[in-house]
Every structure is written in structure tokens, then in C-alpha cells.
């Protein structure tokens, strides 16, 4: 593969590569029908899955042997999402080769082939078998597609299986398919369950789809078709992988009013900040990001919009982004497939698989969701003139833009991290509809990060910065008018964190008022500073980011993909003058040849297998049918087996293909080998568990003893490798230590949820918005009342460098918690010292595990926190608590055996937490 996949990604392709084997053999032994789904919620990555899936089975991988009788027969109903799937493929692998391996299906197919071969793709979209289509009619010598699969299912030499894409459609209502003469049969089941006397039903099926309810319910219905349990991609394994955007944003008017203008208007300036922000991070000399994401904002219009109603949006468009180009900076994706003119721009058709790339492109029509498997990671605003009626709509469009550009979290910039969705035909009610689309879509994201009504939140200095001015411009003029704007992480409206850039926007009309007139009254300002924590901003700043995090990563390491990536980062990032390039080649010869000599039987028996293959000859009486003789022979394997054993062993080591080449020629060249003796040796190491077995212990070594030179100057990784080296170092050790950064802080706040002062993130309003149990509600109370306290934290259970995650350990697995509040305490001499309150239910499976987390972590940073309260609520509405960073305390909790927290909680050394009453 092309493409590194992640270790959820690898899990579907392990799994479904095993069913599919217990599938075909399952045929092979009593001609059982079978069927499974792949379900990945949008976002997963279906189609590079699909490619690893296709590649392991043709070619093998480290689960899977391999199978050099297989073809698959791909089906859709769109010749365009075909042909947008064969891109994929062809980008995501090496071996699937477009030329050699895949080939579309066309009207002539069935006159040109007389099976599916083994090893190739077919691409079949369903409108060439319609009725009266040449595909499904007697070609030429009275051959249709239906005998192209019936000769195909007949011999034994081939292993077919049917991929069906997007599985959840074209299949019917699936309660009485596999029906001899069922009268809603659609296309799909012609092929699955085959047609008497004229084509056979298919002996494998795998569906693929994010919502495959459908898909199974039609299987589960066939006559004799066993339906697997699907393969499960879980939505919790993509959200935390950084493929999807963090958070969907819906804005739309309170109450139900005409805002059209004012949200396109908004929109512009959204796309105006995405637009620099983005060029900003990816020019930074640090970053380095190329080529630049050029965002894109998707203007949804009704079905039956008018010239003139594209001419408005266009000039008005044109008007607030000036620089945009109006000869090549529209686009459409209408059904109708036409070119629009307007006096305001052109708006030519453009085919969706191709906007991805289009960069000159920055804002596209669309009138309903575009088209089944089409995404555009680098759209990031909706604006939606779709009525309230239309949420199917709304939520699959959204649903094709929620992938990261650079297929990864940005740590450092949550906006980037962000769709935005203006929705000016819904209010804070009816836009429930497009939330419970998504749901049913199962797009990868959790409520939290739904946003239905945004308030636009920024650090408190920033705030205070904000409020001051507009109190002090009230003071100085006397005037209090009206104002529009949201903000940003840099305490500026977006349209003046573009301002006197190429990016500036012209908002100055009669709809939108201007950011110097202002909303509030001078009470109300007054009233918002009283709300802002009272102490320095830039000592809480300092002393958040000296907070360390314990990141617990679940990625199964693989110690030769760590060594590599560890070399190419150091070389790129740390050390650019570095030889380890030409070290490790060396290295890695030498290590193999070692322990080829430490294992030698071994290895010749390895090596006889690349050489050679075993045949099994009987001799039957031709007259009796009595076996007569029973031998074994063998047969020199030719080149095509010795390509297949040396992709093997590429893969073995994980795509070091240039290591692989350096063995093959150092052979060569010092001990005079043969291509074929060189290839042999290598690609027997590859089959030889000893010997690579030592190589991983070598490559985990070696991995470790790089750490240890280079991990003090990760400082100068990256952030397209930060990720990435954070995982190495975290396969050292159970987690990853990194410090809190302020600038990755949420930036949207959901306004539904209650709101709070003296947090250190907050709107300029002075308040913060965060959804608390009873229990929290009581301990933030209580805590806010004391004097000593000056600001605080609500912890985030998402965000890697904004949350505080310490580590924990129950039923041998390291898992993260994150404690609910973090406070700033002001000193009389002035020094902040940092507080953790955590209340923590006694009473959870999970506390006794939690408490020995917290203690592992305080033993190692002391002097991180003044001070750790476990809290827990107990009967009768008194609270106790554990002062953890008590030694007898520490002592106790890691000598303790029990099961449950209480006996702790009730025990001598917990104290009652005294809550404050309303």
C-alpha cells in the first residue's frame, strides 16, 4: 500500500480478508451461499480498506497468505463512482496496478471475455445490465454477461467474489428476495441469486456501506445465503484517528427570520479566515505543508433555482471576496450537466470527482448532496438555501466534506479542525431534523461535537482585550449601536484577521453593520469584564502550557514501521545532514546475514520453499479407479513466483523496499549471486519466523536507542510528523507525554448548555458554556466561592493538546482519563499554583483503577499540582474526598486490593467535602 493505514483500518482488512477465506472454503466444501458487510461510518477510509482488502487478497499481507485463484467482480450503480473508485485504487497501492488489475466493464464485455480472471478487478456499474442493454442480451456468438459469470463460477480454478459499493442501494426491501418469481427483483439480485438456466448465484457477496441495515435485511431474507457477522469499523476508532473534522458547526437565526444575505455575507468571511489560516499553517517554515489547502465553500441551492437568483449570489459573493477570480472561482455539480453564464461569473459543470483537485475552483453549486461516494476534504463552509424539509440533503452534504485535508488532526488551530454550516431556513428548533440525519447516517461524530448553536469562544485574555476596547470606545464617544462579527483564537473578528491580507473581505453594505459600532450597552460590558477571570492572562497562559499531558495511544506497534518512519523523520525534521540513511542499509544487511548463519537449518528449509514447490502426483488404474501409487514431487517455482515471494517480503518489512534492493545488489555484487539467488535469499528471510523475529528485536533496539538521542529536539518536528513520532515514542512506552497548548483550545461552545464565569476560555460575554451533572454543578459551585480560586478549566475528553489525560490500567489494558476541573489559584505573593478537583463516583468499576492512575502520575510530576481532590457523592447528599497528594494517602490507594473505591471513601483517610449551598 501507498498509504499508511491506521490500525482500525488494518483490524477490517485482517477480519474481512479471514471471513472471506471461510466463505470460499465454505463453498468449496457444499457449495454454501454467504455473505458479509463491511460498515465503516463516513469518514473511515471504505475505499483504501477496500484497496488493502483487494491487495492482501491477490498478493498477501502478514495475516494472509494470499490467494492466486481470486477475482473480484465490483458493483455499483453510478459508472462515475466506478471510475472515481479506480482512481482511488490506483493511488492507494502499488500492486493494483490500473493496466494489469482492474478493468471496467463495457457494453462489449461479454463478446471479448470468456471468464473473469484471476487477480483482476472488474468494474460493473448496474445500468449495463438493464433491460434491453447489449451487456445483458445475447452478444455475438450468443454469449451474454450472465455466461461470463456462470463459466466463471464453474471453474473450480477461480474464486469469485462480488463487491457490492454502497451497498444500501438498488438492493429492495430484502423480505422476500431469493423469491423464485419475485416481482421487485431489482439488477443486484440477478446476481446475487443468479436466474434459472441462465446464470448462477454468486457464491461469495461482501457489501460495503456506512449505514448496511439494508443490506443485511435483504441478505437475511435470501433462501440459502448465510450471512456472516459483519466486519465493524467503530466510530469511536475513526473519530479518535484524526481522518474526520473535530466539529460540525450549524448556524442558523434563534428564531425563524429571514438572514439569508447576512449568513452568505458570513459565510464569505468564514471562507476568507479558512483561506489565510490555512496558507498561514502550511507556509509556516516549521510546517512546511505542500501543496497549500485551498479551502472551498459549497453554496446549496433549491432544485428549481433561477439565472437570476445564481446571479445574486454571485455578485454578492463576488462583492464580499474581491479577490476571487470570476472566471475560474465558480463551479457547478448540477444534475443538468450544463455550463451557467451569468453577468456575475460563469459557472461551468465540473464532474465531482474532479473539485478535489480543481484548487482554482473556491466555491461550488450544488443543489442536493452532489453524488454517492463523492467527498472534498478541503470544503469547509456550507452556506444551504434548503428548506427545513430538505435535512437528507443538508446532512449528506455535510457528510461529503467531513474529511481532513491532510488525512490528520491539526493540533495546533481548531478552526482548521472545523465544517462550518450556515442554515438560514432553520432556527435553533427545527435544525434538530439535520442533527438526527447525521445520526442515521452514521457520521463519525459524537453529539458534543455537533454544534447547533455556536458561540464563538477565545482565550479570556483576548476577551478582556475585546471588551475593554468596546467599553472604552463607549466611554470616549458615548454611542451604543449594533454590531456583527463572531471571533477567532486571536481575539479578532475573522474579517480583521484577514484585513490587509490578499484575503480581505468587504462586508460594507446596507445589511451587515460595521465591527466598530456596538451591540452592547456599557452595563452590559461592564458586566462581561466582572465575569473574566481577574488575574494576568499571559501567568495562567504560561502556567496551563507547563501542564504535562499522558496521552495513552492504542496503536499496535510494529517495530520495523517505527524504525523507518523514525529515520525518515530525524532526517527530514531533526538532523537534515544525517547519514542514517546509508547506516541502516548497512546495519540491515549485516544484522540479516548474522542470523541467517545463527539459523541455518531453518533458513534452507525457507529457502527450499521459495525454490521449489511440492506436487502431489497419484496414479490411478484407468480401468479400476484404484490409486496404485502416491508420490510427492518437486517443481523449480518460475519468475512470477519468485515477484509474488519478493512482494512478500517487502511487506514482511514493511515497504522497505529500498532495503530490500540494497541486500539484493550487495549479494550480488560481493558474493557474485544471481538476480535469482539474490531475490531467493532475501524472500526466504522474508518466510523465515526466526530470523524475522530477531530482525524486530533489532529494529525495536534500534528504534530505542534513536529515541534516545533525538526525542529531546522533538521540538523541531513537524506538525505533519508530530503525530506520527509521538507514536513511536508512545510504542516505547504506554503513553505520550506533550504539554497543554492554549491555541488548540475549542473555539465553539455550545450556547444550549449553562453558562460560567472565570473559566479561562470564554465568549465576550464573559461567559463559558459547558454541560455538568449534579455533582460537578455542586463542585464548581463550591469551588468558585473561594477566594483563592481564580480561574479554571473545564477539561476536554478530545482534543490531544488541550486535555489533560492521565493514564490508568484495568483488566490489563492502559486506558485515559480526564479529570472534570482544573483551578488557578492566586497566591498573596502572586505565584499561581494549579488545583485538580475531580468528582468521581465511588461507586464506578472503574475508581480503584482511576485513583492508582492519578497516583502513578503525581509520583512522577510532583509538583504539578498544589493539589488532587477525588470527590465522591455519597447518600444523603454528603461528599467525601481523597487528598492525593497525601503520601498516606498514595500509599493506601497502592496497597489497596479491593474492587470498589468506597471502602476508601468511607475509610479514615477521606475527609468530607463540604459543599457550598445555593
Known sequence: MKYGLVDFQKDAVASLLKKMESMQRSYEADGSLSAVALTAPTG??????????????????????????????WLSDSPSLNEQTMKRFDAATDLLNGVNAMEAIGPDFAKNHSK???????????????????????????????????????????????????????????????????????????????????????????????TPERFNNAMQGRKNRDMKASVD?????????????????????????????????????????????????????????????????????????TKDTLTALCTQIHKVLPWLDISDCFGNVFGEHEDITTTAGKIPYVKPEEVAERTEIR???????????????????????????????IAQLIGRMIRTPLARRVPTMEELNTVACYLPEYDSSTVESVVERLKEDNVALPDTTIIKNPADVKFFGETKKTVEKKLSKIQSVGTTTSSTGSSSTSGQTPEQVVEGTEFYVNTDDDFVVDFDDIEETEQELTDALERIPKVDSDVIKESFEEIITRQVRHDKPNHFLDLWDCIDIITSDIDLESDLGNQIQ????????????????EFKRSLGGIKNTTVTVKRVDPLTGEEYE????????????????YKHAVDVFKGASDLIKYCINKRKEDEYDSDTQAISRIAAVGYCMEIVQAMEAWAENKTEKLLGVYAPDRYAVSD????????????????????????????????????????????????????????????????????????????????LNASLAIPYMINGEWENMYPDFIFFQQLGNGDIVRTIVDPHGDWLGDSVAKLKGYVMYIKDHPYMFGSVQAVADKKGGVCRYLDLMMPTVQTAIENFTGSSAKVLFNGPLSKEYKVKED
Open 44 to 73: 473511515a477510509g471504505k475505499t483504501v480498506v477496500s484497496a488493502a482488502v483487494a491487495e492482501g487478497l491477490f498478493y498477501g499481507n502478514e495475516t494472509y497468505a494470499g490467494d492466486d485463484r481470486a477475482v473480484i467482480l
Open 116 to 210: 473473469l480472471m484471476p487477480g483482476h478487478i472488474y468494474f460493473l456499474n448496474r445500468q449495463l445490465l438493464g433491460k434491453g442493454k447489449k451487456l445483458s442480451n445475447e452478444a455475438e456468438g450468443g454469449r451474454s454477461f450472465y455466461d461470463v459469470l456462470s463459466d466463471t463460477i464453474d471453474d473450480s480454478d477461480i474464486h469469485l467474489y462480488l463487491f457490492i459499493d454502497e451497498a444500501h442501494r438498488g438492493l429492495g426491501s430484502g423480505n422476500n428476495k431469493g423469491t423464485s418469481d419475485s416481482a421487485n427483483k431489482t439488477i443486484y439480485s440477478i446476481i446475487i441469486d443468479g436466474q434459472d438456466g441462465v446464470n448462477k448465484p454468486m457464491p461469495c457477496v461482501v457489501g460495503i456501506s456506512a
Open 233 to 305: 469499523v467503530p466510530v469511536s476508532a475513526v473519530r479518535s484517528s484524526g481522518l474526520i473534522k473535530d466539529t460540525i458547526e450549524l448556524r442558523t437565526p434563534k428564531k425563524a427570520a429571514n438572514t439569508k444575505h447576512q449568513d452568505l455575507t458570513q459565510a464569505c468571511v468564514r471562507l476568507a479566515e479558512s483561506s489565510k489560516k490555512w496558507k498561514d499553517y502550511c507556509t509556516d517554515k516549521n510546517k512546511n505543508v505542500l501543496p497549500v489547502v485551498i479551502p472551498l465553500m459549497v453554496v446549496q441551492v433549491e432544485d428549481k433555482v
Open 363 to 393: 466555491v461550488l453549486f450544488a443543489k442536493d448532496a452532489i453524488s454517492t461516494g463523492w467527498d472534498c476534504p478541503r470544503a469547509e463552509v456550507i452556506y444551504s438555501r434548503r428548506k427545513r424539509t430538505d435535512s437528507t440533503y
Open 586 to 601: 548497512v546495519e540491515f544487511y549485516n544484522n540479516i546475514e548474522g542470523e541467517i548463519k545463527k539459523h541455518p537449518a
Open 630 to 645: 502416491d508420490k510427492e514431487e518437486l517443481v523449480e517455482n518460475d519468475a512470477d513466483r519468485l515477484v509474488f515471494y
Open 720 to 799: 505533519e510528523h508530530k503525530e506520527r513520532w509521538d507514536a513511536i515514542e508512545g510504542n516505547t512506552k504506554p503513553y505520550i507525554e506533550r504539554n497543554l497548548s492554549v491555541q488548540a483550545s475549542i473555539t465553539r461552545q455550545n450556547k444550549e448548555y449553562d453558562a460560567y464565569a472565570k473559566h479561562i476560555i470564554s465568549d465576550e460575554s464573559g461567559w463559558s458554556y459547558h454541560k455538568l451533572n449534579d455533582l460537578e454543578k455542586k463542585v464548581l459551585q463550591t469551588e468558585l466561592a473561594k477566594s483563592l480560586n481564580v480561574a479554571w478549566y473545564r477539561n476536554q475528553s478530545r482534543n
